[in-house]
Structure formats: C-alpha cells, structure tokens
C-alpha cells in the first residue's frame, strides 16, 4: 500500500511539477520572513537588513531546494533528463560515430538473440514428445 502512495506521489510532482516548484519557494520565502520579522522584532533592524541578516543565516536557497528535489525523486529525473539531452547532442555532432555505435549493438544483439535462441532450442526445452526422458539413441 505504501509503494503505491509513494508511486502516486511521485506522479503527480512529475506532472505537476510548476506547482511544487512554486509551493517549495513559498515555503521557503515564508521561512525567511519570518526569520526577518523576528529580527525587526527583537534587534530593531530595518526590512532590508533583516532579510539580508535572515538569508546569511539561513543559508543557500538553491541547496535547501535541491535536498527537497532529491527527496521526492525528481533530481534523478532531472539527471537523466541532462544526460540523455547531452548524448543526443553528442551524437548529433559525430554522425560517425553514432552509426559505427548502432551497428555494433545491432550486431552484438542479434548475435545475442541467435545463439540464445540455439541454446533454448536444443539445451533447455523439452522434446514435444509424450516422455522425453524415455527415448534412446539407436547407433
């Protein structure tokens, strides 16, 4: 039940993923002020001082915002997505390349799926005969 719900939310910071960015900039921005008005309260700071004083001890923004992105899964997506988009401009660069690439795992594949399919055939599957283990080699 766990997976699902987990699952559920993941899809749905994917999909909605403008509203999570926002919402955790809002939370942040709400904890800064906060911290601010705190400031003002007890120190008599200005606005601006506050909120400069508030920022340094609070820290990287940006950091607060990546941890929060890994823990909902979003930084692996957001890698992947990177790596995929730098490969293909990679590719798109050294058409050479690119194609001694795909023949390679075409042929490597291929090779692959034939001999698997040797091995099943006469190793690993039986012989569609009422009792296998009851024939005998005549010489």
Same mark, same amino acid.
């Given at each position: ?17 403008? %509203?999570v960015?926002?919402?955790?900039? %809002? ?9 601010a008005e705190?400031?003002?309260g007890?120190g008599?700071l ?5 909120m400069?004083i508030?920022?340094?001890?609070f820290?990287?923004?940006?950091k607060?915002k990546e ?10 997506l %957001?890698?992947?997505?990177?790596d ?17 690439a795909?023949?390679t795992l075409?042929?490597?594949i ?5 001999v698997?399919?040797?091995?099943d ?9 009422k ?9």
């Open positions: 039940m766990a997976l699902w719900a987990r699952l559920r939310s993941f899809w749905h910071n994917v999909l909605h993923r403008s %509203d960015e926002r919402n955790m900039s %809002d939370e942040l921005q709400f904890h800064l002020e906060r911290r705190d400031l003002i007890r008599g200005s606005r601006a001082e506050a400069r508030a920022r340094l001890e820290g990287s923004v940006e607060y941890e929060a992105r890994q823990s909902l899964g979003l930084r692996l %957001d890698e992947s997505r990177g995929l988009r730098y490969a293909f401009r990679t590719f798109g660069r050294s058409k050479g390349f690119t194609a001694a795909i023949a075409a042929l490597g291929g090779a692959n799926t034939a698997f399919s040797v091995i055939a006469l190793l690993l599957r039986k012989l569609p005969v009792n296998p283990e009851e024939l005998v080699v005549f010489d």
